[in-house]
């Protein structure tokens, strides 16, 4: 079941990726995020009522915090809510990632690096939806996008096939592809701004003005 959570994660963070990008209306990642948050939430519960086996309740945790992330965002989006109160509860998930990380970082170090990834990501979202800071929107939109399927969907195809790796060598690779990620969503997020920018120069062009890329 973990795996299967982390395949839906894979789906819900790449639309919701192209979403802020612009990509495909907010909504569409709306109603993705409920189904795929109410799926989740379902799921976490069975594992957590598998209290007896081996890292059931952390495992439970994160399937729960991901879950209500989709859930409260399509709810956000579609109710208009806001979002002030999603941002400060990314801002409160990416802190219990990093907690799980450490739990994770010894009896499976590529869950570890997979959470402190997770932590970035919804320490970005905490940034953005929580303290207004929405010029790292763009780069939060190609993180999601980038990060989405190294992080996600790959690992649950590993995890289905029996072929999940527990090598610190490879949880370290990761780690450094994840930070080459980071970089290119940076370095894409950049060339954007500057062609806005150099839009915004030519006459009769609004495209510098802000757009909202939350609806």
């Keep these: 079941m973990p795996y299967v959570c982390l395949l839906l994660s894979g789906a819900a963070l790449l639309v919701n990726g192209l979403a802020i990008l612009g990509h495909l209306p907010r909504r569409d990642a709306a109603v993705l995020g409920?189904?795929?948050?109410?799926?989740?939430?379902?799921?976490?519960?069975?594992?957590?009522?598998?209290g007896g086996a081996a890292g059931a309740a952390p495992t439970a945790a994160g399937i729960l915090l991901f879950g209500l992330t989709y859930t409260y965002g399509g709810l956000d989006t579609l109710l208009d809510l806001g979002s002030k109160g999603l941002g400060w509860f990314c801002g409160m998930v990416a802190f219990v990632a990093v907690l799980l990380a450490f739990f994770w970082l010894h009896a499976d170090p590529l869950l570890a690096v997979l959470w402190l990834?997770?932590?970035?990501?919804?320490?970005?979202?905490?940034?953005?939806?929580?303290?207004?800071?929405?010029?790292?929107?763009?780069?939060?939109?190609?993180?999601?996008?980038?990060?989405?399927?190294?992080?996600?969907?790959?690992p649950a195809f590993l995890g289905m096939a029996g072929l999940w790796p527990h090598s610190a060598q490879v949880a370290a690779g990761a780690a450094g592809l994840l930070g080459l990620l980071f970089l290119a969503a940076g370095v894409l997020a950049r060339r954007r701004t500057a062609g806005e920018w150099r839009a915004a120069d030519k006459p009769g062009t609004l495209a510098a003005l802000p757009r909202d890329a939350r609806r």
């Design 34 to 50: 409920l189904v795929v948050g109410t799926v989740q939430l379902a799921l976490g519960a069975v594992v957590l009522s598998l």
């Design 117 to 154: 990834a997770w932590a970035v990501l919804w320490g970005f979202m905490f940034a953005s939806l929580a303290l207004g800071r929405s010029g790292l929107d763009h780069f939060m939109g190609w993180a999601l996008v980038l990060a989405s399927q190294v992080t996600a969907t790959v």
